[in-house]
């Protein structure tokens, strides 16, 4: 079960933010051509990993496409993306689970395993 910790939304719908929690945000998905990943671990194209500039190694963070609504929880191991207003890199299972390919505007939640 996991409970919302943290949530902010993201819109592609205009380049100025709509509101204070909203503003322009990318996901991408990895190159395969990854092979270590900033924690240290193997670069897994088929496991749900993401990297994220900021988040803690092991933060579990909901992400949705906002073109279709689909939702997959992913377990940042990695740094980046380093592009401008991208927000994370998936792996392509990831990617897949939320139907795109290519950049697709998302949300993000960080999500916390209840105790």
Known sequence: MFKWVMCTAFSLAT???ASAGEKLALA????ENAVKTASGETFS???LTAAHRTFPFGTMVRVTN?????EVVVRINDRGPFTKG???DLTPAAAAQLHFSGLAPVALAVV???H
């Open 15 to 17: 380049s100025a933010p």
């Open 28 to 31: 991408a998905i990895y190159s």
């Open 45 to 47: 194209p088929g496991k």
């Open 66 to 70: 906002l073109h279709n609504g689909r």
């Open 86 to 88: 991208r927000i994370i």
């Open 112 to 114: 916390e395993r209840e």
